[in-house]
């Protein structure tokens, strides 16, 4: 037996299975209108959010979630001008979205304001772009938010939101999808964090058959790790109604500003698809 | 507090985490002449095999390590006839080897005979190619075995080992590696496992520094997750007389048998180096 005291733990119950992070001791707790809010103090991670019991964002390994949930498409896209982010409330996305030059309009519709605060009060290095001339922080319903959007004014959606149940149910099927495709421009790319290849196939395949059926011609999914996530393995589904094999590659070569993880490689990389993968989406 | 009954757990220590399998029942444990080997069966990842309280192998997902330690070597080197896995016990990555028709001879040297046994009896499905006529498996010393090998005479050395403290701290070296150098030949690769980009980034630069001052004009290292070792990211590094960047994608592509995770794309997608890491190594 160990000895627990001081853990914090995530019991991925449906499979079997529990990550902890050790040293913890509680900073935060809060009940919001939408979820239990938690802030830890981690030994070896610095900072740990958890929403609902499910570890969200931590400081020492953020980087690979927020660099790959936002570069590819950014440097897919040809002109990547307007990008919203729905959900995202740790302002990470954001941040990576705003290292972007060519990016003059960037609006965070999070529908829990609390997870916005809690996160600039405990993880002020997430929110460094938060007053950035060109970001927008909306605290709404972003569902709602692009079924009004004005159709083809937005050139990136990036779903960045907590697993599809609770909160961020309605963020994963068909009918929001075509919002999106409604929303977006020429070229326009949906981007929807799709969670753990070993753990959620199904639920993967399910994402491409609706975005296909929404309308949009093209869809891929890119693989990255994510310690603190299921499996430690993560993966974001791209839908375009351009081209997703396009790559902006010398800008991803030239980019002014550094990154932790991406860079042009990887961006290729990332789309390799496991061979049981490839075998179920050609079911 | 969760109830941790029936959890087997491993503490990353130093790291501040820990990761557990739930609804384990315990099927086997003994202390060997070299480590304490224990067989767990599992609630969602089937049996599970611990040398002295690591994860080392689960039903559900060996497959990725397996893969990645073998497919990615033999489909650089040119024509890969003679195989050496030093360490290895549970005979998956010989069980990979052979399913390349090329190769004539599979040498695996594990100096714990008793991990080999016990996965013969609750990891079958990995020891299929132990009765492979061109399979060889020794229970000695494997740092002995290359030290006394015929110079030239082998193509491809697999180091399948635990993490570099106990039986397989001498695998880590500058030493071995040098006679690995000897004992492989002309486009002769050296494959080390080599433990987590997030957890372990130091050792990982002083294995390429080890090897290339034992001779190896070469060095890279591929990544792939596996979620039951620490951080769930993993990476092998390889050391090469040829050139690592040959790849026989034609074979690959061709391969006469079913992999899980391993295809073409996924060879050539592993060796993307993070940019932390790229940093890291050109230090």
Redesign the interface.
């Known amino acids: 037996?160990?000895d627990?005291t001081n853990?914090v733990?995530e019991?991925y119950?449906?499979?079997?299975?529990?990550?902890?992070?050790?040293?913890a001791t509680k900073l935060h707790e809060e009940q919001s209108p939408f979820q239990r809010i938690e802030i830890y103090d981690?030994?070896?991670?610095g900072k740990l959010m958890v929403l609902d019991g499910c570890f969200m964002v931590t400081d020492?390994?953020n980087f690979l979630y927020h660099e790959m949930m936002t570069h590819p498409a950014l440097y897919t896209h040809p002109d990547p001008k307007t990008v919203c982010i729905i959900g995202g409330g740790d302002c990470g996305s954001l941040k990576e979205v705003l290292k972007h030059p060519e990016v003059k309009r960037a609006v965070q519709i999070e529908i829990d304001e609390r997870v916005t605060r809690v996160a600039e009060q405990y993880f002020p290095d997430l929110c460094t772009a938060n007053d950035d001339p060109r970001a927008e922080l909306k605290f709404i319903d972003g569902l709602k938010w692009v079924k009004d959007a004005e159709p083809g004014s937005v050139d990136i959606i990036i779903v960045d939101s907590t697993d599809p149940v609770g909160p961020a149910e309605g963020l994963f099927n068909e009918a929001f999808y075509r919002d999106c495709h409604r929303a977006l421009g020429d070229n326009g790319i949906l981007v929807q964090q799709s969670e753990s290849?070993?753990f959620h196939l199904e639920l993967q395949a399910s994402i491409h058959g609706h975005m296909r059926n929404a309308g949009f011609g093209q869809t891929r999914t890119l693989?990255f790790?994510?310690?603190i996530y299921p499996?430690?393995?993560w993966s974001a589904t791209l839908a375009g109604k351009g081209d997703l094999h396009n790559f902006r590659r010398d800008d991803a070569l030239n980019k002014p500003y550094?990154?932790?993880?991406?860079?042009a490689?990887?961006h290729?990389?990332?789309?390799?698809?496991?061979?049981?993968f490839?075998r179920r989406l050609a079911k």
Chains 1, 2 share one sequence.
């Open positions: 037996m160990h627990t853990w733990t019991v119950s449906k499979d079997g299975s529990a990550l902890s992070l050790t040293g981690t030994a070896a991670f020492r390994e290849p070993l693989f790790p994510q310690f499996t430690g393995w550094a990154t932790e993880y991406y860079n490689d990887i290729q990389a990332a789309f390799a698809m496991p061979e049981f490839k």
